[in-house]
Structure formats: structure tokens, C-alpha cells
């Protein structure tokens, strides 16, 4: 690894000025500056002049997701809608490295979730930042795609890592394989082939919404009423599975969770209640027309560039 401790830092906690943005995600800086003021994306500073703007890795990455989906023929509001969702689904539902990025101590030592290790002991992204990396490609072990079956239907698929396709392969168990977040798939040849899957939600006809089926993962588990009846609830016993089936459907979810990211006004956020997930699996396995995105590898590339390491072919 040709990476210092400076320069790893400076992506993992830092910020970077709008022409280093424009060249880490390879959307132009007005794009950058039209996601900022739609509120898609958060930048420090700008907005006047002689304020300088800069984006921080959260940004990068979701810009760099942004530029693959856009160029795979979703606008750019579309886009960088959907690279919120990937960035915020459950962090059960994605064992990406580049969605759990690892400090320098867990880079370089025992991974601290062997869900990053390619082999034990091993770091995902300490091989990313090797040269066998330089030119672009897929990584089985890790990568998550996003699909868009027959020009509607969102699904996130991650990859299944090494460590827990080991741990399958020591339980050999058929009976648990082949069902996956309400998809079915048949294991082929005794080989582990299931993929992580999730149902993102679906794009509108008319291709201007979002209508979700899978809502972000919680930032906060409670808003300050919801914590007091929690340590109410708590002080009687209550186990926290019980109490959270009290709250309830929350209409103000992603006001509460996520109006300091994303302006809601702008994802255009509604939780479809009858999400036909059949229909969607279907659509998956049987499709007429499916365009699948490399998420990963645009947030790998991304962060290649930002750390000035080669990347061969640009």
C-alpha cells in the first residue's frame, strides 16, 4: 500500500474544495453546486462569494454513485436520490466496505467486523488501495450493484462476503439457503449463490418520483419524547423489541432522521404502503430490460483519485 496515514485521513475525516470534488466523482462542479442547492447533497460553505465550498467523503461517495447512475440514463436528481438510499439502507443489508469505512487502526490491524475481511485478517479496502486495483473492475467478494428492473423497480444487491459464505460452507445447511428478504433463489451446483438482496422502491412512470419500499436505516433510535417513554418503559421491564412495536408507524420519520442530510422536499420521500415485492421479484429474475450499476466500484474509484492513486484507463 503506497497510502500514508495524512492522506488516508484526509478522505476518511476531511474536506475537499470543489475542483478536487469535481475530479474525485467526475460530476462537474455545477452539477455539484445544482445537487447542493436541491439539498441532495450537503456541502461546508459556498453560497456567496469568497466562501469556498468542500465536500467530505459522504458526499464524495454519494456524488461518485450519482455520476454511474446518471450515466446510466437516470437524471441527475433521480440519481443522486437513489445514491441517498443506498447510502442510508440498513447496515444489515450491505456488508460494503465502503458503506462501513474503516479507521487507519482497523486498516491495518484486525478488522473489527470480519464482514470487511477477504481473508482472515485481511482488510477489503487495504486491497483496494493496492495497484492490482488501478484499473477499474468488479470485486466479487464485496462489490453491491444496484439494478433497475424494466425501467422501474430499484434493488439494491450485495455481494455475499468471504466470511460469511465460510460460515455457510461450515453449517451446510439447505434448508436455510436460497431465501433472501422476501426473494427465493436456487443454490446451483452445492455452491453458495445467494446475493444480499433489497427492494429499494420503484421509479413513477413519469420518472420525476421515488416512491420508497425500504425506509433508511435510523440515525437516532429516538427522538427526545420517544427516549423518555423508552427509559419509562425500561424502568418496568419492557425489552426494547416490545417497545419499539408501540411507536407505531412514524409519519415524521425522515423529518426526524434525515432533514439534516437530504432535503425532503427534494427526495420527494413517500413510503409506499403496498409495495408489491412479488411483482418486483419478478421483475428481477424474469426482466425484460435490466440496467445494473457497480455502486462499490464508483465509491472505490472515487476514493483512488482522492488519495491520488492511479486509476488506469481515465
Sequence with gaps: MRVDREIYEQWRVGEF????AEAITSLSTNALRDLQRAGALRASGGGGRGKRRSWNREALCKGAMTAELRKAGLSLPMAA?????????????????????PTWEEL???????????????HAVKKWLTDDFATPRHDDDFDSYVHIANGSFVIAEAAV????RRMRADQSDPERSGKIDGFLREKEGGTFEELLTVVLGRISEDGSTFYTWHRPRRKRMFNDEQRAK????????????????TLGPDNSFMEDQYSDEI?????????????NTEKAANAFFNFTVKTSVNVTLAMRTAMRR?????????
Design 17 to 20: 474544495d470543489d475542483a478536487a
Design 161 to 164: 462476503v468471504p466470511s460469511y
Design 306 to 314: 482522492a488519495l491520488n492513486l492511479p486509476v488506469i484507463g481515465e
Design 108 to 122: 491495518n490491524g484486525k478488522p473489527v467486523l470480519d464482514t470487511s475481511e477477504r481473508a482472515p485478517g485481511e
Design 81 to 101: 436520490r437513489i445514491a441517498f438510499y443506498v447510502w442510508n439502507i440498513s447496515p444489515n443489508s450491505s456488508y460494503d466496505p465502503m458503506l462501513r469505512f
Design 230 to 245: 423508552w427509559e419509562a418503559a425500561k424502568a418496568e421491564g419492557v425489552e426494547i423489541m416490545d417497545f419499539m412495536k
Design 263 to 275: 432535503s425532503l422536499d427534494f427526495l420527494q420521500y413517500q413510503l409506499e404502503p403496498e409495495a
